[in-house]
Structure formats: structure tokens, C-alpha cells
């Protein structure tokens, strides 16, 4: 299949024009040795040789719509309304490109203005970006935006060790080269009062999440009085969330947070092995130009109508070039969109009940398999959609018979990221699990612990 | 157009200085307040805040640029013009008078005697706009 | 008529959702830690579903027609990549997941790995880096890996051409690494005397992007090479022009050590609004061992290790290597990469093969040239010679005070997306013009019919540009407005 439209006569007439004889020829600047190398590459296959192919390789995975799964940590299986796909599969706004020639581009802008308004409604922040490419690279960011409002010169950052393994990894990895220490989540048993003890006035941030990686809603009382304690040094708050808990929970805006971010993955966006996903990032107005990404503004035109634009460019790459507050260009924007669907879908009670139901049947099934012999819940309550579950077996095993005898997929094996949590699975419920299937599971793994 | 007046010099950078006894009034150009187009915001520094001569001490951004200011001559901030805050386009407007930007306590007065007079610095402009500048 | 906000539709009580009961025994919520209140809209399916094609309705898009920007490779968007990428199997997949159940998974990446580095003549390659400018970023920290490893810790100069997309400055500078630019000569090439005078012991390496923003192929890339890896440089390649190239030439083989694709521009992946992209990078054997992990890697049957044994597909298997970048500058991002863009890509080079991928770079470069003599009628060039897969036209007209900008607006009231403007930054009133290998001779033929007539009415009308457009769903919009208000969200 070829997508190029010319005919032979066609290119004939091209590169008469041109003034060459053939293409080739517009290659002269190539050097010579290098130029038309033989390229290995399979032969061509037509649409339905590729798409056989392509579900050939499909059908070799165990996929949440065919089995039942109860892996979270960090991607989620929701359910996600019809209308999203609907939507989003239009492909004015799939084959649109970043909206720099505003005018043309009000589908875009005026999806991510609503956007930012929706995020802002949900953490309770006043303004909110276009998008970062995940919650990992969120939190990095955030780290460097906290950086720069202390205006580069503290260079101490605290890290809660309760914030997803790969969200501290990514911001390490950006803050190579940049003299800033991340401290405080080499203890697993730090908790937020023993961090804000460790405050001083060298450090920029200090960063929490809720509910935690291992599940644990953060009570809203303790976040307020630790938001305290790090205003009195002059540093900011960050708070990493869980977008569905936000259904529910009292949002970070609310408790004094100066920077939000997260994994809007579970905002009608498909697990997706993975990616793509949706890093959404809120602050204060007040540090609004050290915040990176793309922001949309609204404003008139010159018959004064009400349009948006893409506003404060000139923090980004494009015109900034060196001095920008980050290098990002391309975001996910396709993925905000979902998300801005989704949450538009659901709206205020819908969302609420999304989340009151993850949460019912989550504690439903902490509750059942407390019950099972060799099985112990670990979690302190209060817990959102995820817990963790200490088993009388490895948990590589446990997923294994549960995978080969029930078609289950089972939680994640918290042995590879908490040494001390030996034999531990990190269990998820959300509403798309049918209280049938928790049932099932229950009973799955008593018998496979036999 | 320059300021016409005796006490005052402008740094490559286009930001100009009026001495006013131990202090420097500092402000950015006509040709700079130009190049840049609409200000929208003035990133002001804090008092008592210290700078070295060419350190930047603050942005000034337009919808197509953001430009560090930078200090003319080392010294410590002590007074910002806070109405720049609801109104920047005073910068565009007046750059030499009300558009001001902060008062420094010069902590070497001979770096002053180095920045370019009037002359010196419209032939700076000239040469600049003949390479391309806009 | 602009669109109403979803919150200026929003009736309190409307509903728009269908959820089952919880179906469970209810919970007790712990006290204190529910919200009082979630302003979010309330509005019918129906409403919405209006709401958001109305929105569709005023968007551009490849899909409606032509969208010429420069280095964003706006071709077509092929529908088969779509239903690939929307199979359930892929997309239902947990990144957690073990291993043994997503062979596919797997399989696709450890596969398009290969493809990667056969296209760009690499030796290993990451899928990770979500969009280029973090392919960059990548590159770049594998850079100063690959010094520190040798001691060679002073070095903290990026040379960057003048003509160079702001991504690069940009990444350089929050790697704490300081930009020195290079001059380009009057041909477009980088300046080699400028080059050979930077280039010293300082220096961690050069970002070239060849061809480079202003289309053309570099007459020195071997050249470049030399001198830097003379200094004890990187060559870094940033692959946003790669359209041009496919089959034509292997950055690899002309000395680039590391490079980022971009699969959202090269690869017809969807650009979706602004994203997601994809941008893996590929790199020499010298450089393997600082790539992000895990790498995808393919055993045979007899060396699967026991648990994935049982669920071979094929004589072979698949997995992460933790392992092989044995330096790892660490993960730039959460799991794996973009995979679903990374379905779309891997379809399309199965789609064209070989043989289809050197046509699109041929007719990418044939239909670049064609427009190029037809629009140097009317403007005229940054440089008069054969370019890639684009070339920029200075955006002036003579006997009239009109600006790219004019021009670029104007256009869209003849039918046409704009092309860049202002970029780069080396010519004044720059349009930078990449057509794409899938649009035809006709649109070509149209497109430069309509610049001649705007040239036209540049001289005869110019008031028709400077308030242009006038044909779109909103006039020219008030951005010193946005900027110093500030309205970043709808009112609650």
C-alpha cells in the first residue's frame, strides 16, 4: 500500500519541472558511499495480511477484557463510557497538530481550555497545563518548577518514600547534572511528620502522594498541618493524586498544595501496555509562569468573539530556546481530551459515584480475603481502591495458578520494589470489577494457596 | 528616541541608567521596549537583593519574547516600581519616565563611567539593527 | 458564533452517565476526608456529544485538508494503524503484567527495535523517550554518561547551529550544560570554520539535525563528524527531518553516535492536537550501555527462561533486559514508552516495506522541490538550491509592507493550513513549507496558485492581509489580551 497519490506520469512531469532527471539526482548531497543503502526490512504486507498479523500478536496476550484483573500500581483498568471512543476517534481532532494558528485550531484550544478547567476543579487548584507526557515526568517537573521559584538557590528537595517507585526514578533521572539532592525516601518507614522535621530552609519542596503507592488516603488534617510546616520555611508543597480519588477525597487545593500532579491515565485513557498517558499539573496563579507546558487562554477576536489562544509561549522552547522553564514541545494532548470527555461523561456525581464504588468494593474485597487462612490484609484503613495483602506464598506463584487455573490476573508483587514487604501483593478494585468476579477471586485464591 | 539628559548611560543590553546621586534609576530602551512588542509582565526582583554587573535581576516578556534585564552596574536593589504589576504597557508606553524598573545602591560608582553615552549607544542600536535586528 | 463551555451548558442534576450499583456492603468513608463539593459539569450525553463535534467542526486537520508546516511531517494519518492500535488485546494490557502473558506486546517492540535500528543504521535503540524533545533529553544524558565514564568531567559545551529547533538549546541548558551556537555558512551548510574554531575540549558534542529547519542536506555532515569527534565530541542527530532520508541514507552510517526519532512525524503516527508523540532513540555500541532500560530481547526456545516457557508462541521468546544498558542514565519516563504509538508506527513499516519507505522519502523530497519551483515565482528563497523534504520562502512581497504573518494568515482564507512561520530563526519572515510525500500534484498546483495571488493582493489590497483571515470560525486573535489577563480556566 502505498499512501503517496502520484502517478507515474505525474512524477515525470515533477521532476521535469524540477528540472533533474530523476530523483535520485536530488539526492547529489548525500555523501556517495552512504547513499541508497539495501535496508532489511520484511516485504510489504497488504491491510488484511497486516492486520492479521497484528492480532495474531494480540491474541499472544492476557488483556483486562478477557480475563479479570486486579493489577493497579499505578495504571488502572476503569471503565470507560462509550461516548470517549466516540469522541476521540474523530479525526479533526486526531489529525489536528499543536494549535499555533489559533484561529484554525478552536476545536484544540477550546478541548484544552475545558481541560484545564476540569483538572482545576478536581484538585481544587487554580490553574492547570495542557498536559505533561506522564505522572512520572509531572513530578519531575514539578520538582524543577519548585527549584525555580526558589530562584535556583535552594537545593534540598524531600521526597516522600509512599510516591510510586518510577515517579522517584524519573525525577532523578531529570535532576542529573542540576546539584539538587532528592532526599527523605531512601526509609521506607518515613512518614510525613518525620519528613517535615526534616525541613530547613535550603529546601525547595517536599513531596507526598495520596492515596500513596500502597494505597493509604492521606488524611487531610495531617496534609494541612505538614502545608503548614512547609510554608514556614519558605518551601512548597507538592502532592502527587490519584485523579478518580479525587471523586471523593478532599482535593490538595484545599489543604493548602502549591504544585498537583498525576497519572491521568485512568481518565477514560486505555492501560495501553503502558503509554500513552496523561501527566496533568496544576498551581498556584502566583507561580503560574514558572509552570511548564502549554496553556490555553481565552480572549477575543477583532469583531470581539470569544476565542482561545495558546498563551505564555514565551516560557516554552520555541522562543525561549535555552532559558525555557523545560525542553517539552509535543504533549498528549489526544489524551487530555479523553480525559476532558470522560470527566465531562461522568461529571460532578458521576465521578463521585465512579469512586464511592471503587471504594466500596475494594474494602468489600480487603474484607473477604481477611477472612481466607495464610491471607492478611496489611493495609491501615483508610485505603482508596488499592491494598495490600501479605500471602501464605511467593506472589510470582500465587499469579501464576491464579493466571493458569482461574484466568485471573493478580496484583503487583511488592517484593521487587519493598524488600520488607516479602511475599506481598499490592491488590486494585475499581468499579469495572463486578462484586461476581471479587467473589471468584476470593475463592481463587483459597484454593490456590491449598 | 534617547533620553536627552547628562546623567544618563545605557548598557549593551540595552537596559539605560539615570544617575541620581549614589543611586541608578534602571529602565530598559526605547529600541528594546520596540524589539519586544506589547509587555504583558515585568518580573520585579526583591529589595535589599544584591546583583553583579550583567547578572540578570529580572525578565521582561511580551507575546513573542521574554527578555532578562540585566544590572548595568553591581549593586543592591532598593526600590521596584510596583505599578508595573497592573499596568506593564507603561514600560511600552514611557520607558525612560514612569516605565522605570528598579533603583540600585551602586556598590562601585566607576562601573557606571564605563556603560556607553547617548551617542555611543545609538550607534550601538544603528549597527544592531543593520545586522538584522528588528 | 462560538461554542458554548461545558459549563455554560451544565444544568445541575443533568445527567449524563450510567454506573451499576456498588452491589457490595457500603464502606463507612473515614471523617474528615470526603470533599464537600465537585464542581464538575453536568450535561446529557447527547449535549455532549454535540458539544464536542461542534468543536471538531472548527479544527483543522490533516484530515481536511492540506497542513504544510515545516519539520512537523503532517502527513496522512493511515486508518489500518488505527484499527490495529485499537485492538483490545493490546490496549487492555497492563504494563505490570508478567511477562509470559504479554509476548505480543513484546514481540511488536523487540520487532520495531529492529526496524529502528535498520532504518537508521544504530546499533541499539530505546523505545522509552515519550516525544522528541525526551528523545533528546535521553541523547544528551547518555552524552554526558559517556564522558563521565571516562573521566572527562570538564566538558560542558553543547554546540548547537544557529538554524536548530529551540528543543535543543532547551535540553541542553536543563541538562546544565551551556549553549554555544554555531554560525551557518551562506549555503545553508554549518560553518566549518565556525565549527573547527568551537570545537575543543569543552565540548560534550553537537546537536546537528540534518537535513536541517531550512530543508537542505548538509555538503560537510562528514566533515562535521570528523571535527567533532576530533575534540573528543558526540554527534548528536535530532531526527525531526528523517522523512527525507528513509532508504536514502543511515544517520549511523555518516557518523551520528545517538539520535532520536520522531514517530509521530516520519512514522504517521497521529499528532493528535499537540500529542502524543514517540521519540526512541537509537545509538552506537559505544553508547548502548547508557540507553534507558529495559531494552525488549528476544531468546531463542532452548534459552526462555522456565516461566515463560510455557507460553511460547513461536521458537522464540521475548523480555526486558535490565541488564545490557549496563550504565543506564535511569528511566526518563514511567513503563515502557508510548506503545500505543508505538502499534501505529510498527503497522506502517510493515505496510510499506523497504522499498515503500525510500518512495515516501523520494516523493517527500520530489513533492518538496516541485512546490519549491513553483512558490520561488512568488517568493523568493532562503536558499536557491535543491532542498529535502522542505525549504523556507521568505515571507515578503515588494511594494507592500506585509509580513509571514499576514501571508501565513491570508493563506487560511484560501483553504490551506499556513505553513511555519518565524522559524527558524536565521531567516527574517521565514515560511518554512513540507508538503508530505501524500499530498498530490493538484493540491501542490493549488497551493502555489493561491501564494500568487495573495502576492497580488499584497500589492493591490494588502488590507485583506494584514486582517486576515476573514473566512475562518474566528478573526485574528487578541494574544497581548490572553497573555495580560490571564484567563486560564471557565468561571465555577
Known amino acids: ?450 | ?134 | 458564533m462560538s461554542e458554548p463551555l461545558l459549563s455554560e451548558i451544565s444544568v445541575p442534576g443533568r445527567c449524563g452517565y450510567s454506573l451499576p450499583e456498588a452491589g457490595v456492603p457500603e464502606a463507612e468513608f473515614p471523617a474528615g476526608f470526603v470533599r464537600q463539593d465537585l464542581p464538575l459539569p453536568e450535561v446529557s450525553e447527547s449535549d455532549l456529544v454535540r458539544h464536542y463535534v461542534h468543536l471538531s467542526q472548527v479544527n483543522w486537520a490533516v484530515d481536511v485538508g492540506f497542513y504544510p508546516l515545516g519539520s512537523c511531517t503532517m502527513k496522512y494519518n493511515p486508518k489500518v494503524n488505527e484499527v490495529a492500535a485499537a485492538m483490545p488485546g493490546f490496549t487492555q494490557t497492563h504494563p505490570y503484567q508478567p511477562v509470559y502473558t504479554v509476548q505480543g506486546n513484546l514481540r511488536l517492540m523487540w520487532t520495531l527495535q529492529e526496524f529502528l535500528k535498520e532504518l537508521g543504521g544504530f546499533a541499539a535503540i530505546s523505545l522509552q523517550p515519550a516525544a522528541g524533545a525526551q528523545g533528546e533529553f535521553t541523547g544528551i544524558q547518555m552524552m554526558r554518561a559517556y564522558h563521565y565514564e571516562r573521566d572527562d568531567r570538564d566538558r560542558n559545551i553543547v554546540l548547537i547551529p544557529d538554524s536548530a529547533h529551540g528543543t535543543n538549546p532547551a535540553t541542553s541548558a536543563m541538562s546544565g550544560f551551556r549553549v554555544v551556537e554555531v554560525k551557518s555558512d551562506a549555503r545553508g551548510n554549518v560553518d566549518l570554520e565556525d565549527l573547527r574554531s568551537k570545537c575543543d575540549e569543552r565540548v560534550v558534542g553537537l546537536m546537528l539535525t540534518n537535513p536541517n529547519t531550512l530543508g537542505l542536506f548538509d555538503e560537510y555532515v562528514l566533515e562535521i563528524a570528523e571535527l567533532v569527534h576530533g575534540c573528543g565530541g558526540l554527534l548528536y542527530g535530532d531526527g525531526a527531518n528523517f522523512n527525507a532520508i528513509m532508504g536514502i541514507v543511515r544517520p549511523g552510517d555518516l557518523g551520528i553516535d545517538v539520535m532520536h526519532f520522531n514517530l509521530h512525524k516520519t512514522f504517521s503516527t497521529p499528532h493528535g492536537g499537540g500529542g502524543p508523540g514517540s521519540g526512541p532513540v537509537g545509538c552506537t555500541e559505544a553508547l548502548a550501555r547508557y540507553l534507558p532500560s529495559p531494552i525488549v530481547e528476544r531468546f531463542r526456545a532452548d534459552e526462555c527462561p522456565g516461566d515463560v516457557e510455557g507460553h511460547r508462541h513461536t521458537e522464540e521468546c521475548f523480555f526486558f533486559d535490565w541488564s545490557t544498558p549496563a550504565c543506564s542514565i535511569g528511566r526518563v519516563k514511567t513503563f515502557y514508552g508510548q506503545f500505543g504509538v508505538l502499534v501505529r508506527a510498527y503497522t506502517y513499516i510493515r505496510t510499506l516495506g523497504a522499498a515503500g519507505l525510500r518512495e515516501v522519502s523520494e516523493d517527500a523530497v520530489l513533492n518538496a522541490n516541485y512546490l519549491q519551483q513553483l512558490v520561488k515565482k512568488t517568493f523568493s528563497l532562503s536558499h536557491d538550491r535543491h532542498c529535502m523534504h522542505e525549504f523556507v520562502a521568505i515571507g515578503r512581497v515588494e511594494g507592500s509592507d506585509v509580513r509571514a504573518l499576514d501571508i501565513a494568515k491570508r493563506i487560511i482564507d484560501y483553504g490551506f493550513h499556513p505553513p511555519t512561520n518565524y522559524f527558524p530563526l536565521i531567516v527574517p519572515e521565514a515560511l518554512m513549507i513540507e508538503p508530505t510525500e501524500t499530498e498530490s500534484k493538484e493540491t501542490l498546483d493549488a497551493f502555489a496558485a493561491a501564494l500568487a495571488k495573495i502576492a497580488e493582493e499584497a500589492r493591490t489590497q494588502p488590507e485583506l492581509l494584514h486582517e486576515a483571515p476573514h473566512n475562518a470560525p474566528v478573526r485574528r486573535l487578541d494574544e497581548v489580551k490572553a497573555a495580560k489577563e490571564l484567563i486560564l480556566r471557565w468561571e465555577n
Open chain 2, 1 to 134: 528616541m534617547a533620553q536627552n539628559s547628562e546623567n544618563m548611560r545605557y548598557a549593551k543590553s540595552h537596559e539605560w541608567a539615570r544617575l541620581e546621586g549614589e543611586t541608578i534609576v534602571v529602565g530598559i530602551s526605547d529600541y528594546a521596549q520596540e524589539s519586544l512588542g506589547d509587555i504583558v509582565y515585568v518580573e520585579l526582583p526583591e529589595v535589599d537583593e544584591e546583583y553583579d554587573q550583567g547578572e540578570a535581576f529580572g525578565v521582561v516578556e511580551s507575546v513573542k519574547a521574554t527578555s532578562d534585564i540585566y544590572a548595568p552596574v553591581g549593586g543592591t536593589v532598593l526600590e521596584v516600581n510596583e505599578a508595573l504589576g497592573d499596568d506593564p504597557a507603561v514600560v511600552n508606553q514611557d520607558p525612560y519616565g514612569e516605565g522605570w524598573i528598579v533603583r540600585f545602591q551602586m556598590h562601585d560608582p566607576t562601573q557606571y563611567e564605563g556603560l556607553l553615552d547617548e551617542a555611543a549607544y545609538d550607534e550601538h542600536v544603528q549597527e544592531e539593527k543593520a545586522k538584522g535586528g528588528h
Open chain 1, 1 to 450: 500500500m502505498s499512501y503517496t497519490p502520484h502517478t507515474t506520469a505525474q512524477r515525470q512531469e515533477m521532476l521535469r519541472a524540477i528540472g533533474v532527471e530523476e530523483v535520485a539526482d536530488l539526492f547529489a548531497d548525500v555523501p556517495a558511499d552512504h547513499r541508497f543503502p539495501t535496508l532489511e526490512l520484511p516485504p510489504p504486507l497488504s491491510e488484511m495480511e497486516v492486520l492479521a498479523e497484528l492480532r495474531e500478536l494480540a491474541s499472544w496476550n492476557a488483556a483486562a477484557h478477557e480475563y479479570t484483573s486486579f493489577l493497579g500500581a499505578g495504571a488502572y483498568f476503569h471503565y470507560v463510557p462509550s461516548v470517549v471512543a466516540a469522541i476521540v476517534g474523530r479525526s479533526e481532532f486526531y489529525s489536528a497538530y499543536t494549535p499555533y494558528q489559533a484561529e484554525i485550531s478552536q476545536g484544540t484550544l477550546q478541548v484544552a481550555f475545558e481541560y484545564q478547567s476540569m483538572i482545576c476543579a478536581l484538585t481544587g487548584m487554580e490553574v492547570a497545563n495542557a498536559s505533561h507526557y506522564d505522572g512520572g515526568t509531572a513530578l519531575a517537573e514539578s520538582v524543577i518548577m519548585a527549584h525555580n521559584i526558589a530562584r535556583g538557590k535552594r537545593s534540598r528537595v524531600l521526597l516522600s518514600p509512599t510516591v510510586h517507585p518510577e515517579y522517584r526514578e524519573v525525577a532523578r533521572t531529570y535532576l542529573q547534572g542540576t546539584g539538587i539532592d532528592l532526599l527523605g525516601d531512601a526509609l521506607p518507614s518515613n512518614d510525613l511528620e518525620e519528613l517535615a522535621g526534616q525541613l530547613d530552609k535550603n529546601t525547595s519542596c517536599l513531596v507526598v502522594q495520596s492515596p500513596t503507592f500502597l494505597g493509604e488516603v492521606l488524611d487531610p488534617q495531617r496534609l494541612r498541618q505538614l502545608a503548614e510546616a512547609v510554608h514556614a520555611v519558605g518551601a512548597v508543597l507538592v502532592v502527587a493524586v490519584d485523579p478518580i480519588s479525587l471523586g471523593l477525597f478532599v482535593p490538595p487545593g484545599e489543604i493548602g498544595a502549591d504544585i498537583v500532579l498525576g497519572e491521568g491515565q485512568a481518565l477514560g485513557n486505555a492501560m495501553n501496555f503502558g503509554g500513552p498517558f496523561l501527566g496533568f499539573f496544576a498551581c498556584r496563579k502566583a507561580h503560574v509562569r514558572r509552570m511548564a507546558g502549554r496553556l490555553a487562554g481565552q480572549t477575543v477576536d477583532v469583531d470581539g468573539q470569544r476565542g482561545f489562544v495558546l498563551t505564555l509561549s514565551t516560557r516554552e522552547q520555541h522562543i525561549r530556546r535555552e532559558k525555557a522553564s523545560s525542553n517539552i514541545c509535543t504533549n498528549q494532548a489526544l489524551n487530555a481530551l479523553t480525559a476532558a470527555v470522560y470527566l465531562a461523561a461522568l461529571g460532578r456525581c458521576g465521578l463521585r459515584r465512579v469512586a464511592e464504588i471503587c471504594y466500596h468494593r475494594a474494602h468489600y474485597a480487603a474484607q473477604q480475603i481477611g477472612k481466607l487462612r495464610g491471607f492478611e490484609v496489611l493495609s491501615p484503613r483508610p485505603f482508596f481502591k488499592e491494598f495490600v495483602v501479605r500471602c501464605p506464598l511467593a506472589v510470582a506463584e500465587l499469579n501464576e495458578r491464579l493466571l493458569e487455573q482461574h484466568a485471573i490476573i493478580g496484583g503487583f508483587d511488592l517484593s521487587a520494589t519493598h524488600p520488607h514487604l516479602k511475599d506481598c501483593t499490592l491488590l486494585c478494585v475499581t468499579e469495572a470489577i463486578a462484586p461476581s468476579e471479587i467473589d471468584r477471586f476470593v475463592q481463587a485464591l483459597a484454593e490456590v494457596a491449598r
